[in-house]
């Protein structure tokens, strides 16, 4: 035949040829392929050609975070869990959702596959090895004298499960030679801020960084915010001197972190912040954790077919858990807040037991020394709760029933809360305190530049409709957005910054100060007054602390607001008039040295200021306590002769319409 045809011939051979060499080289990517660390791959209609290989699809910009923001979870990196092989060609029945994590770390440093944990956040982050922590964009100019290479995580969301599973692994600059094992592990920061850390809305709205604003600024927020990461600490149970005894400790409170009473909510605005409230979900988180043994304490209820107590709130009796929690409501507490009120709570039990009561005192006690007041809010009944099951151990849901609930923010009962001057003092002092805001030039200035930023032209009708909130409700709702790692609005590429966040901190704080210039503003007085019931009850306790017959519980707390606070400082005369952040407490403790004579020991956020208070300035003995007497002159005489009156009572007559 090749005799006849030797062109067939010859095509014939040099296809058999071809054939053999094809088959070989497809063996061999074969080879090669099923014995390399398998690594999913996106669908082929996600891809496109080009640089890295980039999927373009759903892809989220890189977000720089601030450095406070990131935590080191060495040891939490290490399973993997990867979307099975057999769904890479079926997303179209999926409910998925991609999104990248870029990570650059030292230029050489090595990294394996068991370090790509199951990601549930985007962030951006440059690790510095010179000081062992990752750098924000302050300190970009430290970061760029290391080469990098950068990991980029393309991580695919299943929205039935709400989880987020690697799906690729990208590598730029020098391999990384992912997969040997005998490589030492990456260090990947993981971004564990708040309750619940980063969620869609910020992937889609950025996050602001540390690299804007002041340092003071973030250290106000860091302040106000109180991020439940680490231990309390605080001075009390605490003087110089080993000399005295210990008799009670009342505490009043501020609740923990709260979503924000108030909103920005135009049509034409994407911004609309999301918070989680379901404690089951937030107990995953590291810092966190304890959540998960408190849901469990907290549930040890009514036994199965048995009816809740009645005696036990509501709020307490139905904890936030499960899918039909995630979404708070306003003003609701938030897992960040359940967490600070428990590490308050801690500090508690450690400054004061073995002092105040056993070391081994549980609530299952016959007789448990605390005594537990709130208000009637939900947030200030569950914080007091909260803190309860880090004060003592074996907490239990019928637990709950030792709250005492009251009306008044200022914890007053009977008929002493019945003050008519209180209504028409609180009314003067709100008036002369709206007119200051409004017309303090640097806060009018910000109101206006954030108007112009989030409002467009409006008609009249759209101005009756749309309203920008005030300077004091856009505080609230800036520090919360914050306070839980989200960004402030933007309308189109005009945002809010953190230096028009600054100027509203900076000039509430301003005029805070200056509504209290005087000894005798209206701010002043209606502390005095309005406080003057829950001291009255405070110094009768101390008073009665070496009677037997009416000995009070050793340990007694208000769980109240941040009202109840500011007016506390006041009536005390305490220097700070900012706004108390979450979980704010001011602690009075009632000592005996070795001659039995009694002294109270006042302070604020675990800060000693005793020597401040209005009644024990230039008072203190050489230990920094006020003899008792002083704190009982101030409250049986003292505070209404202020008022130029006898009593509570004759006080509670008084006009006080000429002060607006």
């Given at each position: 035949m090749c005799k006849i045809n030797l062109v067939s011939c010859n095509m014939w051979s040099f296809r058999r040829r071809y054939l053999f060499l094809l088959t070989g080289v497809l063996i061999g990517l074969a080879v090669l392929y099923f014995t390399r660390d398998h690594q999913p791959v996106l669908p082929s209609q996600e891809r496109v050609k080009g640089h890295h290989d980039q999927p373009i699809k759903d892809i989220v910009p890189v977000i720089p975070l601030r450095e406070e923001t990131y935590k080191l979870i060495n040891d939490e990196i290490q399973n993997t869990e990867l979307i099975d092989d057999s769904l890479q060609n079926k997303d179209q029945h999926l409910d998925v959702e991609l999104k990248t994590i870029e990570i650059s770390v030292p230029k050489g440093e090595e990294v394996h596959k068991q370090d790509t944990s199951e990601i549930d956040y985007g962030a951006h982050i440059q690790h510095d090895p010179e000081v062992d922590r990752p750098v924000s964009n302050a300190t970009e100019s430290t970061a760029k004298k290391h080469e990098t290479n950068s990991i980029t995580y393309v991580v695919r969301k299943d929205n039935s499960t709400g989880k987020y599973k690697q799906q690729q692994l990208h590598t730029h600059g020098k391999p990384n030679h992912i997969g040997n094992s005998t490589q030492p592990k990456v260090r990947i920061f993981h971004v564990e801020q708040g309750s619940g850390g980063l969620d869609d809305d910020d992937l889609q709205q950025g996050v602001q960084d540390r690299s804007q604003g002041s340092p003071s600024f973030w250290r106000r927020v860091d302040e106000y915010c109180n991020i439940p990461n680490k231990p309390v600490g605080g001075d009390e149970g605490h003087v110089p001197s080993g000399d005295y005894h210990l008799h009670s400790v009342h505490m009043v409170m501020r609740h923990g972190d709260r979503t924000p009473m108030g909103e920005i909510k135009f049509p034409w605005l994407k911004w609309n912040p999301k918070w989680k409230c379901d404690l089951q979900e937030a107990s995953k988180k590291q810092s966190f954790s304890q959540l998960a043994d408190f849901i469990a304490a907290a549930s040890a209820g009514p036994s199965s077919g048995e009816a809740p107590s009645p005696k036990v709130a509501i709020y307490l009796q139905r904890l936030p858990v499960g899918a039909e929690s995630r979404a708070c409501a306003r003003a609701q507490l938030t897992p960040q807040g359940w967490m600070q009120q428990i590490l308050l709570g801690q500090h508690m039990r450690e400054a004061y037991s073995g002092v105040l009561f056993p070391k081994t005192a549980t609530w299952r006690d016959p007789v448990v020394p605390v005594q537990v007041h709130s208000t009637i809010n939900a947030r200030t009944q569950q914080s007091a709760f909260a803190f309860m099951y880090g004060l003592l151990p074996d907490l239990q849901y019928q637990d709950g029933a030792r709250i005492q609930r009251v009306w008044n923010i200022n914890f007053c009962r009977g008929i002493k809360c019945s003050c008519p001057s209180l209504s028409e003092l609180g009314d003067v002092k709100d008036k002369i305190q709206g007119k200051q805001r409004r017309d303090y030039e640097?806060?009018?200035?910000?109101?206006?530049?954030?108007?112009?930023?989030?409002?467009?032209?409006?008609?009249?009708?759209?101005?009756?409709?749309?309203?920008?909130?005030?300077?004091?409700?856009l505080q609230e709702i800036f520090f919360a957005a914050l306070c839980h790692n989200k960004s402030l609005p933007c309308r189109g590429p005009e945002c809010v910054t953190v230096d028009h966040f600054n100027s509203i901190v900076k000039?509430?704080?301003?005029?805070?100060?200056?509504?209290?210039?005087?000894?005798?503003?209206?701010?002043?007085?209606?502390?005095?007054?309005?406080?003057?019931?829950?001291?009255?009850?405070v110094s009768g306790d101390m008073k009665n602390a070496g009677n037997k017959t009416t000995k009070p519980p050793q340990f007694n707390l208000f769980?109240?607001?941040?009202?109840?606070?500011?007016?506390?400082?006041?009536?005390?005369?305490?220097?700070?008039?900012?706004?108390?952040?979450?979980?704010?407490?001011?602690?009075?403790?009632?000592?005996t040295d070795r001659f039995f004579q009694h002294y109270v020991r006042i302070l604020y956020n675990g800060e000693d200021q005793t020597k401040h208070v209005r009644f024990c300035r230039a008072r203190v003995n050489k230990d920094g306590l006020c003899p008792l007497p002083y704190f009982l002159s101030f409250i049986k005489q003292d505070n209404m002769q202020y008022f130029k009156t006898n009593s509570y009572a004759e006080s509670c007559q008084l006009q006080f319409k000429d002060l607006g």
């Open positions: 640097s806060l009018k200035e910000v109101h206006k530049e954030i108007k112009n930023i989030l409002m467009p032209s409006l008609s009249k009708k759209e101005q009756k409709l749309y309203k920008l909130p005030g300077v004091s409700e000039g509430m704080d301003d005029v805070a100060e200056e509504l209290r210039a005087s000894e005798d503003s209206p701010h002043i007085q209606y502390g005095r007054l309005y406080m003057h019931p829950f001291l009255s009850v769980s109240g607001h941040d009202l109840t606070i500011l007016a506390l400082l006041d009536a005390l005369g305490l220097p700070d008039h900012r706004w108390p952040y979450y979980a704010s407490h001011v602690v009075f403790e009632l000592w």
